[in-house]
């Protein structure tokens, strides 16, 4: 086959192939033991003709050696001497008597007790041939082209290059961040990929406008036989010339491949910078106006008088930046007839020559020395503007380059900057939507949780739109009467701003409710009621947020009783890690979740040991761990098998062990709080009959209990509070009735009695001999209020300790 068919579309494959070959092996004295399908396909000759024969009788021109000389590969005309063994042309005789010239290898075989044999690999010499030609045109191609060639694999590590790419761009271990993302790119979509780049690389002094040059860059994915992809063909092309027309281009794509990588304002315009110099100018400065970097608003428009500069970015042809005046980050201010202040009046670019008699440069003294000395020449000021905002200028200078800014520059330079404009505006739109996002979450979450003396809390909040900042998942510590606790962790169907104002409304209604120190499973009826009628009002009128779905997980822990209430929404069952005992998860009833409407909650109470630690969680927390619910359950009982730690310790262990990636696909909130209990002596409770006289008695348990605890400063007030309490159940309510008090943070004041009639605050008239009781508790207590219980109702207050206790 000639050039023409070596060049086919199909390619040959390797005709030494041990698959496809004429494979024999023979025996010490040259007598096969071995002849393979290939062989006979070659020769004709099948096995059982061949076994056991002299190898040299099927040899064109060689007759067999006698036995006890057995002729070895040397002793064959046709054989060279290789590195391995021997290489040749052969003459074998056909089945059908014709002779087939074969192309052969042979090497010695050891075998055990080190008897010797041969193997011998033959093809067609036309197969050997087209392959040959095959293989050295594709050398030729691949490492002698001009073009620069390199293979990647799929991690996008260089695996070879050719001479060309290596002169050009070097044998680096991994290729560039441009190449990896259209590399990746061709892997991912199975589809070519083509770039245009500017060349030389930039801050490259000896460079000249008649000197610039443009890559072509292809990205071809390489598959084998079976279609699989096995890495990447990057071939590279440089070119140089004079067409002023292409580098524009090449540049415009280079500037939307590099500028508005990020919605990082500060990185977007050190991007356009970048691009500005050396391609452009030999220097470039971006001052932004301060009203456009920090809130994000409407910046000004052509022809306003106030504004001030802040330089954001700056870039030179020398490391030492000679031409510049003001740091980033610093506020600036041009002379009143600079191209900056005309430019920005105007809203259109400004283009002049400078010198040293330039008007306004003369009334800028510091600029004059710096731009003059340097031996600045030209000056192009383009405005900074997207969606009819100008949002700052953009100063190109020349002085290395000795050709001045012309109007082919001015165009181009306009381009790009309105390009990178609206990269800048969508950065500071970015900036004002996050910092409104992370108000909103910081005023719906609680700043700061309150120290209590039931539990020591800690939590991790972890929302799945990193950049915002913000999500649908929330958490509650809220204290309740009687030294209790009620520890929340809820989640609302969504992402981002939409999905935390929801939570914030869910929030809001929770502590709400709890406050009415309603129970687990009551508090959880009104809130699905509540989201059943914000979806169906947000549905009716199409306007904002919609609750469409919500979890939430409602415990409410007791130092004094020592035990826990809990009641679930749709919401994954809190995990409870135990001193002595391992990780359980309470079997607490799985309610449906918020906003189905109709269907019942139930809550479970169950006893917890002080030290234990309880952990709310969002389903964020468990599913990421490849999505596996019980995977995640395991790594969550690992993470709490030492409740002993301290609570931020195993915080940091949750976030690693269950979000490896630290950036997970859902929100993701959890709540850990360690109980603690109140000693029997710091409790004091007394049952008191209904009668009138039992007042006194009343009042002399309380000073005296008070005395104990060292609060005799406020036992008057107590016992003030505490007879008024008890006269009100006596006379308005039925028994039992019974007295508490509770030694915590604050003295707190408890009268229980049968009634589920709730006392109410008024205001009694002059005439009135009493309904004055309530007002006085008010005005003495620090805080009260009311709760129902299973038998009626406890009224509560309590009040501040003296300082030092």
Known sequence: MGVSGALGNADPADP????????????????IVYWSPGAEALFGHSAGDVLGQPAEAFLQGHEPAAESRPRPPAALSGLRRTAHGWDGVLAVRHLAGHTVDTAVRICSLIAAGGHRGWLAVACDVKERAEYALHE??????????????????????????????????????????????????????????????????????????????????????????????????????????????????ALLNEAGEH????????????????????????????????????????????????????????????EDHPEVVVEIGAPTRYA???????????????????????????????????????????????????RGTTMGVVTLMRWKNPDPFEEDDQLLVEELVARAAVCVDNARR???????????????LPPDLPELGAVEVAYRYLPADAEAGVGGDWFDVIPLSGARVALVVGDVVGHGLHAAASMGRLRAAV??????????????????????????????????????????????????????????????????????????????????????????????????????????????????????????????????????????????????????????????????????????????????????????????????????????????????IATELVTNAIRHAHGPISLRLIHERALICEVSDGSTTSPHLRRALITDEGGRGLFLIAQLAQRWGTRRTAGGKTIWTEQQLPDGI
């Open 430 to 444: 970015f900036a004002r939507e996050r910092q409104a996002a992370l108000t909103l979450q910081t005023s719906l």
């Open 136 to 249: 050295e045109i594709a050398r030729g191609v691949l490492d002698r082209s001009p073009i620069g060639i390199a293979v990647l694999d799929t991690d996008l590590r260089r695996k070879w290059a050719n001479r060309a790419l290596a002169d050009t761009e070097g044998y680096p271990g991994d290729s560039s961040p441009l190449v990896k993302r259209y590399a990746r790119r061709a892997l991912v979509t199975g589809q070519p990929q083509v770039t245009l780049e500017s060349s030389p690389p930039r801050h490259d002094l000896t460079r000249r406008r008649s000197g610039r040059r443009v890559r072509l860059r292809s990205f071809v994915p390489v598959r084998d036989a079976a279609g699989r992809t096995l890495g990447v063909c990057l071939v590279t092309l440089h070119a140089s010339g004079q067409d002023s027309a292409r580098d524009r281009l």
């Open 259 to 318: 500028i508005g990588t990020t919605l990082d304002l500060d990185r977007t315009v050190r991007e356009l910078a970048e691009v500005l110099v050396p391609a452009v100018a030999d220097f470039a400065a971006i001052d932004l106006l301060d009203s456009a970097r920090t809130n994000g608003g409407p910046a000004i428009a052509p022809g306003q008088d106030e504004q001030t500069f802040r330089r954001a970015a700056h870039l030179s042809l020398q």
């Open 511 to 720: 502590q709400t409710l709890a406050d009415l120190d309603l129970p687990p499973d009551e508090l959880l009826t009104h809130v699905d009621d509540l989201v059943v009628r914000l979806s169906d009002e947000a549905e009716a009128s199409a306007q904002g947020p919609t609750v469409v779905g919500a979890s939430c997980v409602y415990a409410v822990y007791d130092p004094v009783a020592r035990s826990i209430a809990v009641a679930r929404a749709g919401h994954p069952s809190p995990a409870i890690a135990h001193l002595s005992e391992p990780v359980e998860f309470p079997d607490i009833p799985a309610g449906p979740p918020l906003g189905l409407g109709g269907l019942p909650f139930e809550s479970a109470e169950f006893p917890v040991e002080e030290g234990s630690i309880i952990a709310l969680y969002t389903d964020g927390l468990i599913e990421a761990s490849d999505r596996d619910v019980d995977i995640g359950m395991e790594r969550l009982c690992f993470t709490l098998a030492h409740p002993d730690r301290p609570l931020e310790e195993i915080c940091d262990i949750m976030v690693r062990t269950l979000l490896p990636e630290h950036h997970p696909r859902d929100d993701v909130a959890f709540l850990i709080a360690r109980t603690r209990v109140l000693s029997h002596d710091r409790v004091a409770s007394w049952d008191i009959p209904a009668d009138p006289s039992a007042v006194h008695v009343v009042r002399g348990d309380i000073a005296r209990q008070l005395s104990v605890w060292g609060l005799e400063e406020i036992a008057f007030t107590t016992e003030l």
């Open 336 to 386: 009143r007839q600079s191209p900056q202040e005309r430019c920005l009046a105007v809203g259109r670019p400004v283009r002049e020559n400078l010198g040293p008699a330039t008007p306004w440069l003369a009334e800028d003294p510091v600029r004059w020395s710096k731009l003059i000395r340097l031996g600045v020449h030209t000056h192009l000021v383009v405005p900074l503007r997207a």
């Open 16 to 31: 030494f192939d041990i698959g496809s070959a004429a494979v024999v092996i023979t025996d010490a004295r040259t007598l």
